[in-house]
């Protein structure tokens, strides 16, 4: 007979639990259904939601629904996103549970340089790096739409893009979020004819519910339809481009068009209390902060705590999570991004260690600045189609309307994208986010973002989510997901008061609704600097599907009201 020593019964008995574990798993999965049979789609635009469900049901999945809503955004959300800016989409393929980040971020013009927002005295010219041609780096949107409907769609771009191309010359409402916004930058759209045709039509803002039709766009995205990226990145309209930005001030060439590159990146992985996210790697900032600050928090279990000392440990990982942002991040083919250690439960563990239970600590390591605007643009929107493909996908063309210059004959503003950059070391950008040698400005760079398309696998549930918001992207996210660790679904994420730390400046801003006036005396207490806004932030979308029950369901954030979750 066979002897057995102690240590090989141990591994025997450890085999045969493992076995039966995997046994377990399986068994348990099995019994959920395998796809959820149902598609959700949640986006910031009615018109895009439904586009979305219109090329579904003609045969199309989460990627060709992905292409139609991205597109019809571009036409309806001029405010946030567009085919003059750019955007991460996050997949996830059923057949093969494949998940891979398409980056159709901006890159930088070739002739762009680290000090090129930088006035005689040193200090940053901020008007040149937000608004006008100078602040557009290459738009990536198109080129990932191609990508997307070439290697992931069912159906042709032409098909997906039909919708856009529809609204564009038919026509849309002006609904409340594009009326407040043309209000807010109607000064700086007048200062370019193009934009102001277009968005200022009788040469004033246009009343709620006048219809705004933007015909040249459309014919763009004909072009697009008809020959895919080069309709856009070479020939006429790409010289039609050039020559408008150049024109005005800009210092874009027909090389800087022809040269852009969609990447395609793997995601950041990280691991809480069962289940697995799967987020956005660099050039966003998001995954790599989400991942960290998970990390920090989970074994302390902050879903067992009270508000106050839950507040105070997710302020303390969000802190240490945008310091490294601040240090760390910046497009990997350009820095090397040391991304093992700021995701290791490691590093995290040697964070955490310095993190004390009933006190604040200071910020105190680099010059903190007090300046954060209100970031209310950007699009996110989260798909899952019948047969479980998903999509979280962040648009950008940066801040409202971008740099609101609009080239003549294209119907579309370009994104201010180059200020996501760090234009000075240290100096913050429209977000008060500072950044150093990582995220400084060279050629052909792209521009550090917070854009955090999120997914979350688990054996019962599977989730997406994300939301527009600047550097509060990461802490809203962040927050969501706790919120869905915590057992809630989309309509609870995209309700939940949000407050946010950046690191600098050293304070936490919170909505009105956040914390009690006891709660807020109790985090000072603790050290903590609290801002309560009068004003909400963010816009997220978001859908879940429980394997268990079947059921799909998708919310929309209540804080726009042109906001869409249907579940068909
Ligand atoms: O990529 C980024 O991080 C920014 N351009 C996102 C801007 C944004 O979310 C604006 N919304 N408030």
Same mark, same amino acid.
């Given at each position: 007979m066979e002897?057995?020593?102690?240590?090989?019964?141990?591994?025997?008995?450890?085999?045969?639990?493992?076995?039966?574990?995997?046994?377990?798993?399986?068994?348990?999965?099995?019994?959920?259904?395998?796809?959820?049979?149902?598609?959700?789609?949640?986006?910031?635009?009615?018109?895009?939601?439904?586009?979305?469900?219109?090329?579904?049901?003609?045969?199309?999945?989460?990627?060709?629904?992905?292409? !139609?809503?991205?597109?019809?955004?571009?036409?309806?959300?001029?405010?946030?996103?567009?085919?003059?800016?750019?955007?991460?989409?996050?997949?996830?393929?059923?057949?093969?549970?494949?998940?891979?980040?398409?980056?159709?971020?901006?890159?930088?013009?070739?002739?762009?340089?680290?000090?090129?927002?930088? &006035?005689?005295?040193?200090?940053?010219?901020?008007?040149?790096?937000?608004?006008?041609?100078?602040? !557009?780096?290459?738009?990536?949107?198109?080129?990932?739409?191609?990508?997307?409907?070439?290697?992931?769609?069912?159906?042709?771009?032409?098909?997906?893009?039909?919708?856009?191309?529809?609204?564009?010359?038919?026509?849309?409402?002006?609904?409340?979020?594009? =009326?407040?916004?043309?209000?807010?930058?109607?000064?700086?759209?007048?200062?370019?004819?193009?934009?102001? #045709?277009?968005?200022?039509?009788?040469?004033?803002?246009?009343?709620?519910?006048?219809?705004?039709?933007?015909?040249?766009?459309?014919?763009?995205?004909?072009?697009?339809?008809?020959?895919?990226?080069?309709?856009?990145?070479?020939?006429?309209?790409?010289?039609?481009?050039?020559?408008?930005?150049?024109?005005?001030?800009?210092?874009?060439?027909?090389?800087?068009?022809?040269?852009?590159?969609? #990447?395609?990146?793997?995601?950041?992985?990280?691991?809480?209390?069962?289940?697995?996210?799967?987020?956005?790697?660099?050039?966003?900032?998001?995954?790599?902060?989400?991942?960290?600050?998970? &990390?920090?928090?989970?074994?302390?279990? @902050?879903?067992?705590?009270?508000?106050?000392?839950?507040?105070?440990? @997710?302020?303390?990982?969000?802190?240490?999570? =945008?310091?490294?942002?601040?240090?760390?991040?910046?497009?990997?083919?350009?820095?090397?991004?040391p991304q093992s250690m700021l995701i290791a439960p490691d590093y995290a563990a040697g964070l955490r260690a310095g993190i004390m239970f009933d006190k604040a600590t200071p910020s105190d390591m680099l010059p903190g600045r007090d300046n954060l605007p209100d970031g209310t643009d950007t699009s996110h929107f989260s798909i899952i189609d019948s047969a479980g493909n998903m999509v979280a996908a962040t648009l950008t063309v940066n801040t409202i309307f971008g740099s609101s210059f609009m080239v003549p004959g294209t119907g579309f503003v370009l994104n201010n994208e180059m200020d996501d950059f760090s234009a000075k070391p240290g100096e913050p950008n429209a977000y008060g986010l500072i950044g150093f040698t990582a995220n400084e400005i060279q050629p052909k760079k792209r521009p550090l973002s917070s854009m955090s398309p999120t997914l979350i696998l688990g054996a019962d549930k599977v989730a997406v989510l994300g939301t527009p918001g600047g550097s509060r992207i990461i802490s809203m996210v962040l927050l969501g997901v706790l919120d869905f660790m915590a057992g809630n679904g989309p309509q609870s994420w995209v309700k939940l008061p949000r407050y946010h730390h950046q690191f600098l400046p050293d304070r936490i801003s919170a909505e009105p609704d956040a914390f009690t006036a006891e709660e807020v005396l109790a985090l000072q207490a603790m050290g903590h600097s609290v801002e309560v806004r009068n004003r909400c932030w963010g816009n997220m979308h978001g859908v879940m599907w429980d394997r268990k029950t079947g059921e799909v369901t998708a919310a929309s954030d209540a804080r726009s009201d042109a906001g869409r979750a249907i579940v068909r």
């Amino acid at each position: 007979m066979e002897e057995i020593s102690p240590i090989d019964g141990s591994r025997r008995g450890l085999k045969t639990t493992l076995y039966l574990l995997s046994l377990f798993v399986y068994c348990t999965q099995s019994l959920y259904a395998d796809h959820p049979g149902k598609a959700a789609i949640a986006s910031a635009h009615y018109l895009a939601t439904e586009a979305g469900h219109e090329v579904l049901a003609q045969g199309g999945n989460a990627f060709d629904a992905a292409v !139609a809503v991205s597109s019809v955004l571009a036409v309806v959300e001029q405010t946030s996103s567009g085919i003059g800016g750019g955007a991460l989409w996050l997949l996830h393929r059923a057949s093969d549970n494949h998940e891979v980040m398409i980056d159709g971020r901006e890159m930088a013009p070739a002739a762009a340089h680290k000090d090129m927002y930088l &006035n005689a005295d040193g200090s940053v010219n901020r008007d040149l790096a937000v608004n006008g041609p100078l602040a !557009a780096a290459i738009p990536g949107e198109v080129a990932g739409l191609e990508h997307l409907a070439v290697n992931y769609g069912k159906l042709p771009l032409a098909q997906s893009l039909k919708p856009a191309i529809r609204i564009a010359r038919e026509g849309f409402p002006v609904y409340t979020k594009l =009326f407040r916004m043309l209000e807010y930058k109607e000064k700086v759209i007048r200062r370019w004819p193009a934009a102001t #045709k277009a968005f200022l039509p009788a040469g004033k803002v246009p009343e709620m519910g006048q219809i705004i039709s933007l015909p040249e766009l459309a014919d763009v995205l004909e072009k697009i339809a008809g020959e895919g990226r080069d309709g856009f990145y070479t020939g006429a309209v790409a010289q039609k481009l050039v020559a408008g930005v150049r024109a005005a001030g800009g210092i874009w060439s027909m090389e800087d068009l022809a040269g852009y590159v969609v #990447k395609e990146r793997k995601p950041v992985r990280a691991h809480y209390a069962g289940y697995e996210l799967v987020t956005a790697p660099p050039p966003s900032s998001g995954g790599i902060a989400i991942a960290e600050m998970l &990390n920090i928090l989970e074994p302390y279990h @902050v879903e067992k705590l009270g508000k106050v000392q839950r507040t105070h440990l @997710v302020v303390e990982a969000m802190r240490r999570a =945008f310091r490294d942002r601040a240090l760390y991040l910046g497009d990997p083919d350009f820095y090397p991004v040391p991304q093992s250690m700021l995701i290791a439960p490691d590093y995290a563990a040697g964070l955490r260690a310095g993190i004390m239970f009933d006190k604040a600590t200071p910020s105190d390591m680099l010059p903190g600045r007090d300046n954060l605007p209100d970031g209310t643009d950007t699009s996110h929107f989260s798909i899952i189609d019948s047969a479980g493909n998903m999509v979280a996908a962040t648009l950008t063309v940066n801040t409202i309307f971008g740099s609101s210059f609009m080239v003549p004959g294209t119907g579309f503003v370009l994104n201010n994208e180059m200020d996501d950059f760090s234009a000075k070391p240290g100096e913050p950008n429209a977000y008060g986010l500072i950044g150093f040698t990582a995220n400084e400005i060279q050629p052909k760079k792209r521009p550090l973002s917070s854009m955090s398309p999120t997914l979350i696998l688990g054996a019962d549930k599977v989730a997406v989510l994300g939301t527009p918001g600047g550097s509060r992207i990461i802490s809203m996210v962040l927050l969501g997901v706790l919120d869905f660790m915590a057992g809630n679904g989309p309509q609870s994420w995209v309700k939940l008061p949000r407050y946010h730390h950046q690191f600098l400046p050293d304070r936490i801003s919170a909505e009105p609704d956040a914390f009690t006036a006891e709660e807020v005396l109790a985090l000072q207490a603790m050290g903590h600097s609290v801002e309560v806004r009068n004003r909400c932030w963010g816009n997220m979308h978001g859908v879940m599907w429980d394997r268990k029950t079947g059921e799909v369901t998708a919310a929309s954030d209540a804080r726009s009201d042109a906001g869409r979750a249907i579940v068909r």
